[in-house]
């Protein structure tokens, strides 16, 4: 044994040193080859290592991701006029400006129908006050038939005591009580309405009269019966000159004659 193999150094125990190619190995002495240092580091490497603040790192960036899509989605229509072409924002004032003026049109229309429909009522009511002015100035001048509630009296003259001033305080004791139209006989009273006594018996606007004299008055029943009937009056009159006054009260009361216009 030289001195050089003296120097080798002891190799460790339970492994077996194998020489080749040039190359030096350490083979454990159960057989099972050892493992590379460096894929050991690298799987080492790989091997994914979680702490607590990294989850909470990715909780947080999972809200924040939330967040961001729903402000996303809940803005999306907000910014579609922003993120619009200048030709699409000239297309849509246009079609808001062709809007509007149609609105505006359909408005005008509207208040001119209102207009017309106001003018048109307040047509009607002043036709329909014209012709309420009509009827009772047709009623007053006699030009017009009526029909309503009154009375029919009576006058009769065996005697042919009564006289024409009697006839015409019958009519205006008639008028007091609130009788609207009068007929006598087949005269239709007027404002103008005259009694004269003449050579064939008693005139009324140029007919003659003869008795019985019948009047048709329009009005209060009772209110008319009662002031023909007062003492003094007309009833009590006639009577004192031996003629004869029937008072009938009626629902309905038609006066047919009328007054030349």
């Known amino acids: 044994m030289t001195a050089r193999e003296d120097e080798r150094p002891t190799e460790p125990a339970g492994e077996q040193v194998i020489e080749a ?4 190995v350490n083979e454990p002495a159960d057989g099972v080859p050892p493992e590379p240092a460096g894929l050991r580091g690298l799987a080492g490497l790989l091997r994914p290592r979680v702490s607590r ?6 909780l947080l960036c999972l809200l924040l991701g939330f967040a961001v899509v729903v402000q996303v989605q809940s803005t999306k229509r907000d910014t579609t006029f922003a993120t619009a072409r200048q030709d699409e ?3 849509i004032l246009s079609d808001l400006g062709q809007r509007s003026d149609r609105l505006q049109g359909d408005l005008r229309e509207l208040e001119d129908t209102k207009a017309e429909l106001e003018r048109d009522a307040e047509g009607e009511t002043a036709l329909e006050e014209a012709r309420e002015r009509t009827t009772t100035y047709g ?3 006699g030009t017009l038939p009526a029909e309503g509630p009154g009375i029919e009296m009576v006058i009769s003259d065996p005697g042919g005591a009564v006289k024409a001033i009697d006839l015409l305080d ?3 004791e008639l008028r007091d009580a609130g009788a609207e139209v009068v007929q006598v006989n087949d005269v239709r009273a007027g404002v103008d309405t005259y009694f004269v006594d003449g050579r064939h018996g008693i005139e009324s606007d140029g007919e003659v009269l003869t008795a019985p004299y ?5 009005g209060d029943p009772h209110t008319m019966t009662t002031a023909m009937n007062i003492p003094g009056g007309l009833v009590r009159t006639l009577q004192g000159k031996g003629a004869g006054v029937l008072i009938n009260p009626r629902a309905k009361v038609t006066v047919g004659a009328v007054r030349s216009p």
């Open 21 to 24: 190619a040039g190359e030096r």
């Open 53 to 58: 603040a990294q989850l909470a790192g990715g």
């Open 89 to 91: 924002l000239v297309g």
């Open 139 to 141: 009623l007053l001048a």
């Open 170 to 172: 019958a009519l205006e």
């Open 214 to 218: 019948r009047f048709l008055a329009i």
